[in-house]
């Protein structure tokens, strides 16, 4: 039973940048894919970005080239690097975990979850 953690959101202005991290314990990353939803204010929870078991990655198109998604296995962290954010990109994000090897887009097809942070972007 994996335990996952987020950290690293906070208020940013538009254009800046803020690096998520999600630790895990109770299992290894390294097997587990793992992803990044968000969820706005009224708006249901969304896929941001996935890292599979290979390391290949899969991104929103709303966050393509911006926001890039990567793991360090020695570490048990999965981080998302988040650059030029927008107003729109403000949610809290939740780091998420699944048994299966391969890119998974849907919610309810992960595992485990973190608590999520917050990330506010002003305009």
């Known amino acids: 039973q994996a335990h996952l953690v987020e950290s690293g959101g906070g208020l940013v202005q538009a254009g800046g940048s803020l690096r998520l991290a999600c630790v895990v314990s109770?299992?290894?990353?390294?097997?587990?894919?793992m992803a990044w939803f968000h969820r706005a204010p009224r708006d249901a929870r969304q896929f941001v970005a996935a890292i599979a078991w290979s390391d290949v990655t899969y991104y929103a198109d709303s966050v393509k080239g911006r926001f890039t998604i990567s793991r360090d296995n020695a570490k048990n962290t999965v981080y998302l690097q988040m650059n030029s954010l927008k107003a729109e990109d403000t949610a809290v994000y939740y780091c998420?975990?699944?048994?299966?090897?391969?890119?998974?887009?849907?919610?309810?097809?992960?595992?485990?979850w973190g608590q999520g942070t917050q990330v506010t972007v002003s305009s």
């Open positions: 998420a975990g699944s048994e299966n090897s391969g890119i998974r887009l849907n919610y309810n097809e992960y595992d485990y």
């Open positions: 109770g299992d290894s990353i390294s097997k587990l894919a």
